[in-house]
């Protein structure tokens, strides 16, 4: 089937290539060269880093995986709209079912898109584990040619697993912290202290691609003496927008265009920095800065810059390359992004109060066979916050982040233009800003910052068929339960969409319902489903205690 399919395809556009990556998906032991012990990470082909995937824009990415690891795995390539292609989007019980341990998965897409992505493990956030690589998508006809590029993908490396670190989080007393196991920094895959030279050569325009893969902080990226100019965020291009300092939130992608010098006078530094914005500072780790040389001659003496510029990405004032105007939302979803207690006041996140649980049944296969019953939300589990859309609606959702916790969401499927920035203390007043109505073209991406006491608002078109989820993507957030399903045009995807074997063939292994609602019936019946765990927003007493300094222990 795949070879016949494969061959027309070759047949109708010359070229376009198949790009295969074999991956046998193992656990990894290893401190990745850090100052810390090692522990158990997940790599590909027993190593980490992962490879990057590269290819251009129009070839077929097909992922042969095997799980070798005796739990289950998937992936998810962020940032691909997966166009008919739901079923490949890589998020266990919505797209699909995770892929059983020992046994193969094939992914298979076409990259319609150019720009800067990446893979990464969406099962038990095993992106915290290592499993996690860019994807970069070449165009030869980008309208922003460069002579060279370079990449710096960062992450960070914890000596804890995230099951630990959870656990620790989810202590009843409020008192756990994985703080106390500090992660350190990679900059692709190697120890940050190791910055390696940047060789800038006179007079040519090099590309520099910034990837955040982090699962918690933020981070800058500067040179010295030389401007940055935006071209692309989170693979859409944008017009050029020149900047001193591109502030990554987690998940995010930037590319900037940097003209080289005409001189081989001088070297400069570059910077990565490490901020402590909204995460517990800790000597060394948050906030940390890593100095790399860019080197035009190795002659030459640096020219050091005492001052490292600073400052917020201003998703506001970027505009897409592509002219669409301010989107009118025809629906406006709230989405309060706010922790709260369980019933044993064990801290917990969530949107709206509802922390997060899986369904019995992928929700895929409940907007498909439920008829007409697939267009009520509550038939995908109350528990898995989910909205329909129609298909072509535009939608509007307000993030709003009332805690000190910042949140990094990222939408599958789509990307959204990016429209009002404020505090939630101040919604009418001066923190409010806002895209012009008209003569601009909003910046669109897929994820976006929503920092501590701030809300933020984006909108977009719902032109992709298929269950789609929204999260935040710092790792504890989303294991904790800020997440949620967007299921667009389910009636839709009864009449077009057909779920490969291969899918279901996963589904068949674990024994995983494949019909009827979050429950698996076939009727307004959600016997079964798992508990619905709406939060409570107060303290529970005993940490209302500690934090008021009345504890007695
Ligand atoms: C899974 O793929 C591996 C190659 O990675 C192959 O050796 C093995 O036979 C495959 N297993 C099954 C059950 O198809
Ligand atoms: C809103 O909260 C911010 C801190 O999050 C504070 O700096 C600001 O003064 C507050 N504004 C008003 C109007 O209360
Ligand atoms: C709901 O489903 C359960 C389990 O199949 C069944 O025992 C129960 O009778 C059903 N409830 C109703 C009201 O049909
Ligand atoms: C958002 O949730 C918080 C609980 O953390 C609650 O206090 C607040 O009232 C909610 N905001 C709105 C506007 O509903
Ligand atoms: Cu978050």
Redesign the pocket.
């Known amino acids: 089937m795949r070879f016949v399919k494969t061959f027309l395809f070759l047949l109708g556009l010359a070229q376009a290539r198949l790009v295969v990556e ?1 991956w ?1 998906i193992t656990y990894v032991t290893t401190n990745r060269g850090l100052d810390q012990p090692a522990k158990r990470g997940i790599g590909v082909n027993n190593k980490l880093p992962l490879p990057v995937v590269e290819a251009e824009i129009g070839d077929t990415l097909v992922l ?1 995986v ?1 799980n070798s690891l005796d739990t289950v795995t998937s992936l998810h390539a962020h940032g691909i709209l997966q166009r008919g292609t739901n079923y490949y989007d890589g998020v266990p019980m919505a797209n699909g079912c995770p892929i059983a341990p ?3 998965f094939t992914y298979e897409f076409v990259l319609e898109q150019s720009g800067t992505y990446w893979i990464h493990g969406h099962a038990s956030e095993q992106n915290f584990e290592g499993l996690r690589t860019p994807l970069i998508v070449y165009d030869r006809n980008d309208p922003y040619p460069a002579d060279k590029e370079h990449l710096f993908a960062v992450e960070d490396w914890w000596p804890i697993s995230l099951q630990e670190s959870l656990k620790l989080l989810q202590m009843p007393d409020g008192r756990g912290t994985p703080y106390a196991y500090p992660p350190q920094t990679l900059i692709n895959g190697e120890f940050a202290k190791l910055t390696k030279p940047l060789y800038f050569e006179p007079g040519l325009t090099y590309r520099i691609r910034l990837v955040s893969m982090m699962s918690l902080p933020l981070w800058e990226f500067a040179i010295d003496s030389h401007e940055l100019y935006i071209v692309e965020v989170d693979g859409v291009l944008t017009k050029p927008k020149a900047v001193d300092v591109v502030r990554m939130a987690p998940a995010q992608r930037v590319s900037v265009l940097v003209k080289a010098k005409n001189s081989i006078a001088a070297n400069y530094e570059y910077h990565i920095t490490v901020l402590d914005d909204y995460v517990v500072p800790i000597p060394g780790v948050y906030p940390s800065h890593f100095d790399g040389k860019v080197v035009y001659s190795p002659d030459a003496s640096t020219d050091i810059v005492q001052t490292i510029p600073s400052e917020p990405f201003d998703d506001l004032s970027i505009e897409s390359l592509d002219r669409e105007p301010l989107l009118c939302a025809d629906r406006s979803l709230f989405l309060n992004l706010t922790y709260g207690f369980t019933a044993k006041d064990i801290p917990s996140e969530s949107i709206n109060l509802i922390s997060y649980r899986d369904s019995l049944v992928p929700a895929i296969f409940s907007a498909l066979t439920t008829g007409e019953r697939a267009i009520n939300p509550v038939t995908y589990g109350p528990q898995t916050n989910t909205e329909v859309v129609k298909l072509n609606e535009v939608i509007e959702l307000l993030f709003w982040c009332p805690t000190e916790l910042a949140h990094p969401m990222h939408l599958h499927g789509h990307v959204f233009q990016v429209i009002e920035t404020g505090y939630v203390n101040d919604t009418t007043g001066n923190s409010r800003r806002r895209v012009p109505n008209s003569g601009f073209s909003p910046l669109k991406r897929d994820s976006v910052h929503v920092p501590q006491g701030q809300y933020v608002v984006v909108r977009f078109r719902a032109n992709n068929l298929g269950v789609w989820n929204l999260h935040c993507h710092i790792d504890w957030h989303m294991g904790l339960g800020n997440n949620m399903l967007l299921v667009v045009g389910p009636r839709e995807m009864q009449q077009s969409m057909r779920v490969p074997e291969s899918v279901v063939e996963q589904c068949r292994i674990q024994d995983i319902m494949m019909s009827g609602n979050a429950a698996g019936h076939d009727a307004y019946n959600y016997s079964g489903a798992p508990d619905l765990p709406y939060l409570q927003a107060a303290l529970p007493p005993a940490l209302a205690a500690i934090q008021a300094g009345n504890s007695t222990s």
Do not use: Q
């Open positions: 074999n046998d042969n095997r020992g046994s193969n």
